[in-house]
DNA sequence: CTTGTCACCGAAAGCGCTTTCGGAATAGCG
DNA sequence: CGCTATTCCGAAAGCGCTTTCGGTGACAAG
């Protein structure tokens, strides 16, 4: 079982290590007949070259590291499995390595990714979630390290990442609520340093002028990004003396957390008060009632941004390698027409459900 | 921004490698002096080691790694993400690394972690969700490579494992059931071979025996681990003649499938037909009824298995390091005294929501 | 003053690979 | 057949660290 070392098989093969190694590596100074011979006795030995070595002799980390988002959320993060597996499927092909480092504190974030950059453990990394302003991207696009990022920070002109348009869906949330003949749509959203939450409230704005409704500013409630935040900021609004007939959530946590305070309000989800959601979470569709939700394609994300990092670090240019994803309504049973005391206007407006 | 080697260091101080290396790493053999001015030049200059070289000379990996699930089901597994960060500060004490690696496929399992053990790449792994008889755990216990599983297989007598008693919880959850009055108690449950599986039915059947009730066969049914998994099971084992009154499931996510195909039966889940699931997955709250469950306590799990996968790589006995850890019901909305006729009946036995 | 004993450090040999460089053998050319 | 151009491989120098080994100087003991 002990491990046959390179020495070993230049010694089997009577032949130098440096051959050996320029055979196993396609060199183009090697004939064909010694890389034939070198080959079949590596795989006969069972050699296999000790990645530690290589790193050294070569300085190429042959890895890439993950790096966590630091949970502000309480709410473990179930997208990370998933991201990390396609991310593994892209690093596969190289047989390279996944690291998944993440810093002790929010307040470390910046100098345990320095630290990282600099150890030359690996070469090249993917953030997650950026804040707004992000220091993390700042750091990397300087140091010129090779790097992609899970989402866009408010500016992502020069650097490469991958992100669903959530600002459009949000506008497609609000043309739908408005041809349900909504007039008042709350949004429940979060505090906007994280972007994602800024993209979607500029989508809600948007949406409500292309549909010719005013922006209030007392139809936004801000709250933390879980169930109860969701509940808290959803239970503010109904609470106002004119509240809004739809609720539109900067995602299905928040969502579902809404459901919860309108039937704490004595309403009826999806009849008296809709609700639209983002990003079709699994729950959705058991929440009560179903959640209609803005469905984000994420199912191979991990693959794409791994394959678009690789590229980088083969010394692709970041800037091209910027993807941009639709999310896609999928409408269950959380929304519909606004209510009006007269039963024969719902039959007006349609509602259905594909899925 | 060039990294300062430990030569530049020697030659800065005008020593050599030797005893700066030696300096840093606190061999008794160097003078107080000697090792405080090395310090103080060491962060002066900003020097690290370089980790490659490092592992290079010494041999130890300084790394573990976690061995992901081949992804039978198709939910993604959430516990995940929990995991990896509970690992990730039990190694940043000594700042080691995390590797995430995962099969290609379930048959090339077993070498995928034939290679990661003997590419030297790591000291240890950490391995999830094993089978029954589980063939990864065979090997690593064959090749004396450090390791530790989360959960156990069905002989778990010599390795290290950190488990939760969900047998012991599921004799619980029927003991509850039984106190309600319910007699015929369905296990909706999945294939065997994960070994979770397996203990929670054993803890059924005991449950059901130490209540005197008889084994039924045909209130079990199996079927994926999923939400569809659990409508479909549920589904059928409500569809018999005579059928249960309780739904215990293996898990949340097919609890949730229970409670939409009693709806799809026309009955009312936690009222008509009780169902008790298990994990206590954050989203149970909001199910429909609230789900009441089994929780795991998970909050700490991948800390505690990073620090005991480091004592066992530090020449610790495998099996002093086996945790099992115990379930704890959360009384929700899902279940309640079986249901008869008479309304007053209702009334004698309890129900309360604590959380 | 000599010898023995430590405390301390320098020198050097790796760890297992890559990669440059130069030289021997062969081929191509007039 | 002599000379240059190729082809192919051996030798050796790293990569940046660790660790053993031996040796120097200081100091105590005789």
Redesign the interface.
């Known amino acids: 079982m002990a491990?046959v070392s390179l020495k070993d098989l230049a010694r089997h093969l009577g032949v130098a290590e440096g051959t050996v190694s320029r055979a196993l590596n396609n060199y183009p100074d090697i004939s064909e007949a010694t890389r034939a011979k070198v080959r079949a006795a590596a795989d006969e030995l069972g050699y296999?070259p000790?990645?530690?070595?290589r790193?050294?002799a070569t300085g190429k980390?042959e890895a890439v590291a993950?790096f966590?988002p630091t949970?502000r959320s309480a709410?473990?993060?179930?997208?990370?499995?998933?991201l990390?597996?396609g991310l593994?499927?892209a690093l596969?092909k190289r047989s390279w390595?996944?690291?998944?480092?993440?810093p002790?504190s929010a307040e470390e974030e910046l100098e345990t990714l320095r630290?990282l950059v600099?150890?030359?453990?690996v070469s090249g990394v993917v953030l997650s979630r950026p804040a707004k302003v992000d220091a993390r991207i700042d750091f990397l696009r300087k140091?010129g390290f090779p790097f992609i990022v899970h989402g866009r920070a408010k500016d992502a002109s020069d650097y490469a990442w991958f992100d669903i348009d959530s600002e459009s869906a949000f506008v497609s949330a609000v043309d739908h609520l408005c041809a349900l003949g909504h007039q008042r749509i709350g949004f429940v959203g979060a505090p906007t340093y994280q972007n994602f939450v800024q993209d979607r409230l500029n989508g809600y704005k948007k949406g409500l002028q292309a549909n010719g409704l005013p922006y209030a500013p007392d139809l936004v409630s801000v709250a933390e990004l879980t169930?109860e935040g969701g509940e808290r900021a959803s239970f503010d609004l109904l609470s106002q003396p004119n509240p809004p007939t739809a609720l539109l959530c900067v995602n299905d946590v928040q969502a579902?957390g809404a459901?919860?305070a309108i039937r704490a309000k004595g309403l009826t989800p999806g009849k008296e008060v809709s609700v639209i959601g983002y990003d079709g979470i699994?729950?959705g569709?058991?929440?009560?009632?179903p959640l209609t939700t803005m469905a984000q394609p994420q199912a191979h994300s991990g693959r794409e941004l791994g394959d678009m990092l690789l590229s980088i670090i083969d010394g692709g240019n970041p800037k091209d390698f910027q993807i941009l994803r639709q999310a896609e309504m999928v409408r269950r049973k959380s929304d519909g027409p606004v209510w009006v005391e007269q039963p024969h206007v719902q039959k007006i407006l349609g509602r259905n459900e594909h899925e």
């Open positions: 491990r296999r000790n990645p530690t070595a790193r050294l980390a993950y966590m949970s709410i473990s993060t179930p997208f990370v499995s998933q990390l597996q593994g499927d596969a390595d996944l690291l998944v480092v993440q002790n630290k600099s150890s030359g453990k140091s169930d579902i459901l919860a699994w729950m569709r058991h929440a009560n009632p």
